[in-house]
């Protein structure tokens, strides 16, 4: 037999054209050499022995030795293979000295048969092979028939052999006693020593030493696994026998402790100790004495059959690759004898699967640690990856990979209830994945795991599924790039509000899920319901706004220009009346204190050129349905980002939600043209209003919505408007294509969503130091969102810089000094190679029309960056677009006009700051540009006594109610209410 292993020492070939079926391998294709090695050395030790030992002829106690060799490793960890090429290289060794017996697999035999009877069939069947004449002359031959014919006397005996009692009515014949039943008896006890008769004959009759009958998965059934080791224990106990066992080790335990249970009873375990059925007992299972003794039953049955210094361990490829990559390579072989290294061959796997990311060798490494017989089913499965293939190839090539994977990881699919079938289904495939993704994440309670989809589990079927739900995930950039964003933008949202209502996993869904398999903007929208409901602290999270019938004059004044009105002789604020205030403002006065007011100084230009002709609110302040008519096209994109929503009280609110502009961005993926570009953003501004989420409010009920201001998404006529679109089509058809050809990782932006709201929430936590101006407050959420996704593709980067990793939610610092405050002040674009999903969203014009447009060093927060100029250079360089033909500037300019004058603004971050918010009086408090009103030197003592009866005649709850702001023309009376 071979002394030494044979393996090739400088590469294991993993061959790929080979089936999955237990087959004889080369030398160089076995990859456990540590197990084979220290088989050979037991074998060697094993006979060495044998012929040492002398024989014991003691008639008090009969030795018995117990040489059980154990494979160990569970299910699929290659124990069979490994049986099948040791066996083999033992059974083809001519100058061997042993007899090698086929393997027995105890599942495989019929329930009728007994082992030992098997055993010594397959010895005879060896004989009769090798000693085909059964007329031979041969001492030897003649012995061997002896001991065979001893042996059958005994057999008898063995339980399940003949009949059920040895003793029937002829016992009650004392000759029979004498001369037939007391053999019988004799026999049943020497079947030991006549078995091991029969072994030593035959082992002399074949020129033998050892006799090797091995056992293949007794492991997996109790009734055939148990009676095999019974058998082992009590009759293969020969020196000359070398016993091979594989199984898994904890199952054996299993095994063996269910026959001690049953040994003992019920009646002992029930009665004879205190137990929880019967009786108050507190003590725990692991304290139980007899449990205890079980225990050491347990232990003591296995030290003595299987014993441990004769156990060899199935290594994980993971290890073997670990332990021997310095002396081993390990390499993939397919196709025309291709090869490459198996690292090689698993990183290109992962770049097809995973994109652009630097997490491979976690996967990489999860997947080596899985059984021989899984990752083999991975390898073939994912082969046809490996080639060069075009996008439509490479997503078919995904789409087969995914079907496979969750055929090969269906048991840990089904362990968690999920539907294998309908998860590849092409219909909502995304909601789907979604659906299974969280049903895995709650019922383990991995909601608020940060990389949840990382396979970093102790357990395996943990890793399979995060390997599987990764895979899936990644499929989305394939499907369309509203499916990559929308897949990112659902787990990272409820993500997020898991961390507020982690015991509501079923409520939130059914919440979300409304409409079975929702959109992604209606998805969006009830999760922005939702985290505007949840807590007051959210208010710079979901940015309350006022609507049709909110807020009185004296707030908007006060909450946009920080106008503190006066207060009567009992101390209550006197009401302003608007008509009257406009002509009273001091413009040169006024004009000094706008200039310090950084947010609204652009927009006083409005205000001052009006002058005289201002009448009621508009030009003052504005709603957000005033914005269109005021000011163009533009500002109806702002209504993308709002959520309307009622309360139990039947109380409507507006809120602005930044996450929501993310979900109308991957909406507008899916079309092409202007003009269905037009009607998709008419679709998604023109939704239902939302209840309050019941699981937070038991009485929250359904409102109609009554009647809402119809926005003019008309281009027609209107230069700058219609070219807006252009753009945004323009843009919308180079990001499909680019899709097609960048390597992103769905898991990249998944991490910065998660990162933004985690800035977000810092937001909230750091409200008293922002300004509550809209504008300021929407450019603080996208520039949260870019930094965070800046940060998280340099962090998934082979290639990756050290970035500042703290979060400033209040200032454009740290997003600025990571990405070069140089190049950014040059307001040229910025090369975004390493960072193309942040080129793709910089560029996009839904982003660009909210970006602070201005220079000023002075503004600290701000940090003298243009994003607006940035934002424009990055459009013309990331889709190429002619700028002769398109004046994109333009395209993203809002305008203010009159017969006399106009004033333009860059996008819409100016006007949106003249848009009253309902915040608290926790905002920090801005400079007042009206802080003091002086009296029109023409104004007459009637007028002033006129405002003052206006103000004492006004009922007490006007004076507290802030539901309405008045019309264009009304003084003192209240607005519509639609």
């Keep these: 037999m071979p002394t030494k292993t044979d393996v090739n020492k400088n590469t294991i070939e993993l061959n790929l054209d080979m089936p999955t079926d237990v087959i004889s391998l080369g030398n160089n294709q076995l990859f456990q050499i540590d197990a084979k090695a220290s088989f050979e050395l037991k074998i060697s030790g094993f006979l060495k022995n044998i012929k040492l030992k002398s024989e014991d002829d003691s008639e008090l106690f009969y030795e018995r030795a117990h040489n059980a060799i154990t494979i160990c490793g569970a299910r699929g960890t290659g124990k069979s293979t490994f049986i099948r090429n040791i066996l083999d290289d033992l059974a083809n060794d001519k100058d061997g000295e042993n007899l090698v017996l086929p393997v027995i697999d105890p599942t495989l035999v019929s329930s009728k048969e007994n082992v030992l009877v098997l055993i010594i069939s397959l010895i005879k069947t060896k004989i009769d092979k090798s000693f085909p004449n059964t007329n031979i002359s041969n001492e030897k031959y003649s012995i061997w028939q002896k001991t065979l014919t001893d042996l059958a006397g005994g057999l008898c005996q063995i339980d399940g052999i003949g009949a059920q009692t040895n003793y029937g009515d002829e016992w009650e014949d004392k000759n029979y006693v004498l001369e037939s039943g007391l053999q019988k008896a004799k026999q049943g006890l020497s079947l030991e020593v006549a078995l091991n008769q029969f072994i030593k004959s035959s082992l002399e009759l074949m020129g033998k030493e050892a006799l090797v009958i091995t056992f293949d998965d007794i492991d997996t059934q109790f009734e055939r696994g148990w009676p095999v080791l019974e058998t082992v224990r009590k009759y293969l106990t020969h020196k000359q026998l070398i016993i091979i066992i594989s199984g898994d080790i904890d199952l054996y335990r299993t095994l063996i402790r269910r026959a001690v249970l049953e040994s003992i009873g019920d009646t002992v375990l029930n009665y004879d100790r205190p137990n ?89 490494d999860a997947i080596l640690s899985l059984p021989a017989r899984t990752i083999w089913q991975f390898l073939k499965t994912t082969q ?36 294998t079938d309908g998860l590849m289904s092409s219909t909502s495939f995304e909601n789907r994945v979604f659906n299974a993704y969280w049903h895995w994440l709650s019922a383990n309670k991995l909601q608020n795991k940060l990389e949840p989809y990382l396979p970093t589990y102790e357990h395996f079927n943990q890793n399979q599924l995060a390997i599987t739900f990764s895979s899936l995930t990644a499929l989305t950039k394939y499907i369309s790039p509203k499916s990559f964003i929308a897949c990112s933008l659902r787990n990272s949202s409820v993500n997020f509000i898991f961390q507020f209502i982690p015991n509501m996993d079923k409520e939130l869904f ?226 499909k294509k680019r899709f097609q050809t960048i390597s992103v990782s769905q898991q990249t932006l998944e991490s910065a969503l998660k990162r933004y709201y985690k800035n977000a929430d810092s937001m909230c936590q750091e409200n008293r130091k922002l300004d509550p101006y809209l504008g300021n407050l929407l450019h603080r959420h996208l520039i949260a969102f870019l930094s965070a996704l800046h940060f998280e593709e340099n962090k998934h980067s082979l290639n990756s810089k050290k970035l500042n990793s703290k979060s400033n939610p209040t200032s454009d610092r740290v997003f600025i000094e ?161």
């Excluded at 293939?389 to 089904?414: C, G, K, M, P, W």
């Design 384 to 419: 046809e990856l490996t080639k060069e293939q075009s996008y439509e190839e490479l997503r078919n090539a995904l789409t087969n990979v995914n079907h496979r994977l969750t055929d090969i990881f269906s048991s840990a699919l089904l362990s968690q209830n999920i539907d």
């Design 510 to 735: 059914e919440y979300l899920n409304t409409q079975n398999s929702p959109e992604l903007y209606d998805f969006s929208l009830r999760a922005s319901s939702i985290i505007s409901h949840l807590s007051s602290s959210m208010r710079v999270l979901a940015i309350s706004v006022p609507d049709n019938q909110s807020f009185t004059i004296n707030s908007a004044l006060k909450r946009v220009w920080g106008y503190k009105p006066s207060k009567d002789p009992k101390g209550k604020e006197k009401r302003v009346i608007l008509k009257d205030f406009v002509a009273k403002i001091d413009f040169e006065k006024s004009r000094i204190e706008a200039q310090k007011n950084i947010y609204l100084r652009e927009y006083w230009k409005v205000i001052e050129l009006q002058n005289d002709k201002l009448s009621g609110q508009k030009g003052i302040f504005n709603r957000l349905s005033d914005l269109p008519s005021t000011f163009g096209g533009l500002p109806n994109l702002v209504h993308l980002l709002t959520v309307k929503t009622n309360t139990s009280q039947g109380e409507r609110k507006s809120y602005i939600c930044f996450p929501l502009l993310i979900a109308s961005i991957a909406e507008i993926l899916i079309v092409e043209t202007e003009d269905e570009i037009t009607e998709k953003l008419k679709d998604l501004v023109d939704k239902e209003i939302l209840p309050k989420p019941v699981f937070l409010d038991d009485e929250a009920s359904l409102i109609d919505d009554g009647e809402e201001d119809e926005l003019d998404f008309d281009t027609e006529g209107k230069n700058t408007w219609g070219q807006f679109f252009e753009a945004l089509s323009i843009w919308i058809a180079e990001t």
């Design 276 to 364: 929880n059925k019967f009786h108050n007992h507190q003590n725990t299972w692991e304290s139980d004495p007899l449990i205890q003794k079980i225990d050491r039953l347990e232990e003591q049955y296995l030290l003595k059959v299987l014993k441990p210094e004769n156990r060899i361990h199935m290594k994980s490829l993971r290890k073997m690759v670990e332990e021997k990559g310095d002396s081993l390579s390990f390499q993939v072989t397919a196709g025309q004898g291709n090869s490459e290294s198996l690292q090689s061959y698993l990183n290109k796997i992962f770049n097809k699967i995973l994109g652009r990311n630097n997490k491979n060798q976690i996967y990489i």
């Design 818 to 978: 990571n990405l070069g405050k140089d190049e950014l002040e040059k307001q040229s674009s910025l090369d975004l190679s390493e960072y193309p999903l942040l080129d793709v969203f910089l560029s996009c014009p839904l982003i660009g029309v909210f970006l602070y447009p201005y220079s000023e060093k002075k503004v600290v927060h701000y940090q003298g960056i243009n994003w607006f100029n940035t934002h424009v250079a990055q459009f013309y360089s990331y889709t190429g677009a002619n700028q002769e033909k398109l004046d994109y500037k333009s395209a993203i300019t809002a305008t203010w006009k009159n017969s006399d004058n106009e004033v333009s603004f860059h996008g819409l971050w100016d006007i949106l700051n003249s848009v009253p918010l309902n915040t608290s009086e926790k905002f920090k408090n801005v400079a007042s540009i009206f802080k003091e009103v002086t009296v029109n030197k023409e104004a007459t003592s009637k007028q002033k006594q006129d405002d003052e009866n206006a103000v004492a005649n006004k009922n007490e709850s006007d004076n507290q109610n802030e539901n309405n702001i008045p019309d264009d023309n009304e003084n003192n009376t209240l607005g519509d209410k639609k």
